[in-house]
């Protein structure tokens, strides 16, 4: 079992930016694969980002080069910058770990969300 712990949400104008944090029950070296999804109002869950445990990062499309995940092991805490905010990327984010089960799948664990809004 993993609780996942997000902070960092809030209202900030277009143009500006957010740090997203989000504090794993256990040690992220023991999680296979960490990242953030988004929700926003009548849409599905989309991926934003993710990290693996060695540290190889992959984003969607719609924030490459305006977000930027990383971990932090010595603070074991994962982080999404988000800079350039968009009006399009107001969403409730959501932290996802993944941890293996067997050869074939992974176990999926989720923050609460945390309500990100931007707007003027």
């Known amino acids: 079992q993993v609780q996942l712990v997000e902070s960092g949400g809030g209202l900030v104008q277009p143009g500006g930016s957010l740090r997203l944090s989000c504090a794993p029950s256990r040690s992220l070296i023991t999680i296979d694969i960490m990242g953030w999804y988004r929700q926003a109002p009548g849409k599905q869950r989309e991926l934003v980002a993710t990290?693996?445990?060695?540290?190889?990062?992959n984003y969607a499309d719609f924030v490459k080069g305006r977000f930027t995940i990383s971990r932090d092991n010595a603070r074991n805490t994962m982080y999404l910058q988000m800079n350039s905010l968009k009006p399009e990327d107001t969403a409730v984010y959501y932290c996802?770990?993944?941890?293996?089960?067997?050869?074939?799948?992974?176990?999926?664990?989720w923050g609460q969300g945390t309500q990100v809004t931007v707007s003027s």
């Open positions: 990290i693996i445990n060695v540290g190889t990062t």
């Open positions: 996802n770990a993944k941890i293996r089960r067997d050869w074939t799948s992974y176990q999926d664990y």
